[in-house]
């Protein structure tokens, strides 16, 4: 009661499915992140195997609540 409920894949939930396909598929991915007082950036970069990298970011002010630290990663690396 009162309290939100969310329904949203895990990040170690979507990576532990996609790291095998990514692999044979001889594609990896990473994160950059820039961080300052007020904002975070979360980029993610998807790589292949014969140098062609296709990336997404997502910048939002900061903030410390788990939920949402551990959101924005998940959606980009959907979004790749």
Request: with cysteine; aromatic share 8%; glycine share 4%.
């Given at each position: 009661?009162g309290r939100p409920r969310y329904n949203y894949a895990?990040?170690?939930?979507?990576?532990?499915?996609?790291?095998?396909?990514?692999?044979?598929?001889?594609?990896?991915?990473?994160?950059?992140?820039?961080?300052?007082?007020?904002?975070?950036?979360?980029?993610?970069?998807?790589?292949?195997?014969?140098?062609?990298?296709?990336?997404?970011s997502i910048a939002a002010p900061r903030d410390s609540?788990?939920?949402?630290?551990?959101?924005?990663?998940?959606?980009?690396?959907?979004?790749?």
């Open positions: 009661a895990s990040l170690y939930d979507i990576i532990s499915k996609i790291q095998q396909p990514l692999g044979e598929a001889n594609l990896s991915f990473r994160w950059d992140v820039k961080n300052d007082d007020v904002m975070i950036e979360v980029t993610c970069i998807l790589s292949h195997k014969g140098g062609y990298e296709l990336q997404t609540s788990p939920v949402k630290a551990l959101y924005k990663p998940s959606l980009l690396l959907s979004l790749i």
